[in-house]
């Protein structure tokens, strides 16, 4: 079992930055691709970016790109979130999430998932 919790969601102003943070423990931590996913209140959940456990190679959703970036630290057990610019149409429930395959883009392409953190984006 790999258990995550996932942290750093807060009310934040459009236009502003937050860092979303994932600790990881239980398993080896390097074997998963690990990725973040969101869900608006109504919406369906929806995929945000991912990376790699070797070579640390990213992928992003388009509504995030350029504005957001996923980082791991092995070392530390870590993934993280840097979430600049921010729109109220990020505001959602964010969830941290772990995957044996080495390409994530759907939640059902995970195996273990965090218990979820909330981002306000206020206008």
């Known amino acids: 079992q790999l258990q995550l919790v996932d942290s750093g969601g807060r009310l934040v102003q459009a236009g502003g930055s937050l860092r979303l943070s994932c600790a990881a423990s239980?398993?080896?931590?390097?074997?998963?691709?690990m990725g973040w996913f969101r869900q608006a209140p109504g919406k369906e959940r929806e995929f945000v970016a991912a990376i790699t456990w070797r070579y640390s190679r990213t992928n992003y959703a388009d509504s995030v790109k350029d504005r957001f970036t996923i980082s791991r630290d092995n070392a530390k057990n870590m993934v993280y979130l840097q979430m600049n610019s921010l729109k109220s149409e990020d505001t959602a429930v964010y969830y941290c999430a772990a995957s044996v395959r080495p390409v994530v883009a759907n939640w059902d392409d995970c195996n273990y998932w965090g218990q979820g953190t909330q981002v306000t984006v206020s206008s």
């Open positions: 239980g398993r080896t931590f390097t074997s998963y691709t």
